[in-house]
Nanobody, 123 residues
Framework: QVQLVESGGGLVQAGGSLRLSCAAS????????MGWFRQAPGKEREFVAA????????YYPDSVKGRFTISRDSAKNTMYLQMNSLKPEDTAVYYC????????????????WGQGTQVTVSS
């Protein structure tokens, strides 16, 4: 099992940027695909981005494409989410997750989750 710990959330003004980190430990991460999800109060968990650990292929939904960038540092076993041009509707708890196959966007198909980090974008 992979253990995941997010960091980097906070409060930012609309139009600003934040970078989230997800540190992975435990089982060999190179066999996984990794993803970011977010969940706002009263809403379902929403897929934000995914990266294939081996090879680095990425995928984004239209809602964040061009504004968010997912990346990973294999030497540090750490995944990142660079978020630019943030909007108030990006406000949510952001979670990183690991899946044993590529490409999955459904939260139920991810095997391991971090505890989440709050991102708040003020208008």
């Amino acid at each position: 099992q992979v253990q995941l710990v997010e960091s980097g959330g906070g409060l930012v003004q609309a139009g600003g940027s934040l970078r989230l980190s997800c540190a992975a430990s435990g089982r060999t991460i190179s066999t996984y695909a990794m993803g970011w999800f977010r969940q706002a109060p009263g809403k379902e968990r929403e897929f934000v981005a995914a990266i294939r650990w081996s090879g680095g292929s990425t995928y984004y939904p239209d809602s964040v494409k061009g504004r968010f960038t997912i990346s990973r540092d294999s030497a540090k076993n750490t995944m990142y989410l660079q978020m630019n041009s943030l909007k108030p509707e990006d406000t949510a708890v952001y979670y990183c997750a690991a899946a044993s196959r590529w490409l999955v966007t459904a939260a139920r198909l991810y095997d391991a989750w971090g505890q989440g980090t709050q991102v708040t974008v003020s208008s």
